[in-house]
């Protein structure tokens, strides 16, 4: 009588109504060697890569790391004068076929606008 009423003075008002009680299993042994064994591996990995990385940051150039500066002030005024060249190209181009259409309907209606 008195396990069962410590029991239910520490779970409280319907405390452990509906939960499923799991048990702790231990881990098995294939488990811990399948784990091991990767462990084992990417420690392996890991012991090639080091020191190939480390020869590969030793041996880049400084002048790699620098960047170009790819807007400059000269190349910035010609593409801005071939901008205006080609802005005026398309200009005329829509005038041309605001004109031809134009043309086109007084052909068809027969009088000018």
């Known amino acids: ?53 480390l020869r590969e940051t030793a041996t880049q150039e400084p002048t790699k790391k620098r960047a170009k500066s790819t807007l400059k002030a000269e190349e910035l005024v010609k593409d801005q004068a071939k901008d205006c060249k080609v802005r005026e190209q398309i200009q005329t181009e829509k005038s041309k076929t605001n004109d031809s259409m134009l043309e086109q309907i007084e052909m068809i209606s027969g009088f000018s606008l």
Do not use: F, Y
């Open 1 to 53: 009588m008195g396990k069962s009423s410590l029991r239910m003075k520490t779970q409280g008002k319907n405390g452990g109504v509906g939960k499923k009680v799991q048990k702790k299993r231990p881990i098995s042994t294939a488990e811990r060697k399948r784990t091991k064994l990767q462990v084992e591996k990417l420690n392996k990995s890991s012991e090639i890569m080091i020191p190939t990385l």
